[in-house]
């Protein structure tokens, strides 16, 4: 199987991070940040726009020096030794720079070439990751002709040319057909599965379940970390539930003015509303709607998601200014 | 007429072909006055060619659609004139401030100046960017971008809103406060029609097409979709995901085995028993688990199932 061959010698791969700091100027983007990764692990790397995911991953990349603090990537120093971490390391992103004018294995040996692979390894290691991505037989289709999910897996398969032993995605699958996105992460729970550190940042809560261990930033630092069932299960504060009512907007206005809502915000056709007792509100709250006029016909406890959790952990801090352009 | 029948929006056969290769195939839905409509699909699944055949600034190969009353095809014009269309990449002026692109806006549709002091103020307060009004909208971050745009697009009261991905690269707070503006103009009785790659907001609206390919796969409210879902799903927590999938792949009455971050996701015909079947197998084959509990399937469940369904 090809992707035995492409993970073998990933064994020892994993991001370690010690008290992190980047600052710029007076403004701290990274700010005493510590985890570690295991080798084989899918972490996913959580945060709204300047929470400083993105130049936590340039340090990670050997692309920007650390102010503070220490980050070591497949066993090298990045401060000391960025030339060597970025030997040992891929990266891919949703605008992943294939070459639409060249074929799909035109461009495999441009990326062989660009991560100097070995002449004696390129060819064979080109014919693993074809097979690896699926794409036996379009070896000499145009990469401008490849569907979406098609070309997902070709930037991927460029990007593990070289064998790095961790690897950055940046939004792997956005906008790519759900079932070519589960071929995709089949594939890197695959790698993952060699021993390949794969390092995930997205907005997006469906590729975030996907991810063994996720970490959320916000204003630079680590708010959280843990397994998705970890956060949703244990880092929430109170539950969650839908409501089915009429009249939504007299039922929203109400519910947002009541000291026992912690939030209330329509969803679809109904609206969900967080509370500190699921099973207390579900007593109060069809009679008090009542009282306002609102008939209530349907009140269940649902289960959390990933984005309430980020909401809950992140939401109201970015908008006190500082935010950056990123 | 469109009005009359309570539909703001009315698209039949539609087709759209970029050299001979259809973008949008046969395509027909109807939108309610007062609705936020998805269309969600995939890259490629013809969002963005619809969106443009409805705000009238593309004609379709065959098919007809009318927009607040009027043709798109023989009255563009007059579509243009009660809708309001956002675009992917949105025309803000990145050197002029928050204020000074409203104002701008407001200038090209027309706004009395009256009016749109007050309207502005309160556009700006749902989106939660008051506090500024003077930044320039270069120095945005992308969430309030898209809220910028979004109050631009709302400056002359538009009947239509057609929004073409607009939370595409939003994170996950600004995209909730993006969807609580939409909420918000409902009571307006604005129609909204949204376009989205991102199946989880789907549910978010209230009635959607799921489209894949130019074609509209299903068509309905979140809830209904969902009722349609064949079989259920299951979810098993377990430190050994991948020996999980190993030994449930290929099993009697489950259709689709995904790895997830701490677990596995199954789709099955019959929850109760293949839960139990799946406990028993996973026990006698010493794989740990500490859960396999039935989960509420999501759109992207439904359409996966659907487009396998169909070969």
Not at chain 2, 288 to 306: K, R
Request: net charge negative.
């Amino acid at each position: 199987m090809a992707v035995q061959e492409i993970i073998a010698g990933a064994a020892a791969a994993s991001v370690r991070v010690e008290s992190l700091e980047k600052r710029f100027g007076r403004f701290t983007a990274v700010d005493r940040v510590s985890f570690a990764t295991e080798p084989g692990e899918i972490f996913g790397f959580l945060g709204p726009n300047g929470a400083g995911k993105s130049t936590t991953i340039r340090i990670l990349c050997g692309l920007l020096r650390p102010t503070a603090g220490k980050a070591v990537v497949a066993g090298f120093d990045v401060a000391t030794q960025a030339e060597e971490v970025r030997q040992n390391i891929g990266y891919m992103s949703q605008k992943f720079s294939l070459y639409n004018t060249l074929q799909v294995v035109e461009n495999l040996r441009f990326f062989a070439g660009m991560y100097s692979v070995p002449r004696a390894l390129a060819e064979a290691r080109i014919r693993e990751a074809v097979a690896m991505a699926g794409l036996a037989g379009h070896e000499h289709d145009l990469t401008a002709t490849l569907a979406g999910g098609w070309k997902q897996r070709l930037a991927l398969g460029c990007s593990i040319l070289h064998r790095p032993k961790v690897l950055f995605l940046d939004e792997p699958t956005s906008g790519v057909d759900p079932i070519s996105r589960r071929q995709f992460w089949d594939l890197i729970h695959e790698m993952a599965g060699g021993g390949v550190t794969v390092f995930v940042s997205t907005h997006y809560m469906d590729e975030a379940e996907y991810c063994n261990r996720l970490a959320l930033m916000n204003r630079g630092a680590l708010v959280a970390l843990g397994t998705p069932n970890e956060l949703k299960r244990h880092l929430m504060k109170g539950a969650l539930l839908l409501i089915k009512c009429e009249p939504l907007g007299t039922a929203l206005e109400v519910l947002q003015h009541n000291p026992a809502v912690m939030e209330a915000a329509v969803f679809g056709e109904g609206l969900h509303v967080t509370v500190q007792d699921a099973t207390a509100a579900g007593a109060w709250l069809p009679g008090y709607l009542a009282e306002h006029g609102v008939e209530c016909m349907r009140l269940q406890p649902i289960p959390l998601s990933l984005e309430d959790v980020f909401v809950q952990l992140t939401g109201g801090r970015i908008h006190q200014g500082g935010e950056s352009a990123s | 007429m469109a009005e009359a029948s309570g539909d703001s929006i009315k698209a039949e056969g539609l087709v759209k072909r970029f050299a001979g290769v259809p973008a949008v195939d046969d395509l027909s839905f109807s939108v309610r006055r007062g609705e936020i409509f998805g269309l969600v699909g995939p890259d490629g699944a013809g969002k963005t060619t619809t969106m443009r055949i409805l705000a009238g600034v593309m004609s379709p190969d065959a098919g007809t659609a009318s927009v607040a009353g009027f043709d798109v095809v023989r009255d563009p014009e007059a579509v243009k004139n009660h809708i309001s269309y956002m675009p992917q990449r949105f025309g803000l002026y990145e050197d002029l401030t928050v204020d000074e692109n409203i104002r701008f806006y407001a200038d090209l549709f027309g706004v009395a100046a009256r009016d749109r002091e007050e309207h502005a103020a309160r556009l700006l307060e749902a989106a939660r960017m008051a506090e500024f009004r003077q930044r320039l909208a270069g120095n945005l971050s992308g969430g309030m971008k898209q809220k910028l745009g979004l109050a631009c697009a709302l400056v002359h009261h538009p009947q239509v809103l057609l929004l073409d991905e607009p939370t595409t690269g939003v994170d996950p707070v600004s995209r909730r406060e993006f969807w609580q503006i939409l909420y918000s103009l409902l009571a307006e009785n604005v129609t909204i029609v949204i376009s989205t790659a991102y199946l989880d907001e789907a549910e978010r609206c209230t009635r959607l097409a799921l489209l894949f390919k130019g074609r509209s796969l299903l068509c309905d409210t979140p809830e209904r979709l969902k009722a349609q879902m064949p079989g259920a799903t299951l979810m098993v927590v377990s430190p050994q995901p991948r020996e999980v999938r190993e030994r449930l792949s290929g099993a009697e009455g489950i259709s689709n085995v995904v790895l997830v971050g701490d677990g596995v996701h199954l789709v099955v015909d019959d929850a109760p028993r293949r839960c139990a079947e799946a406990k028993q197998m996973l026990t006698a084959a010493g794989i740990p688990f500490d859960e396999i509990a039935e989960s509420e399937p999501s759109i992207e469940d439904l359409f996966v199932a659907y487009v396998q369904g169909q070969g």
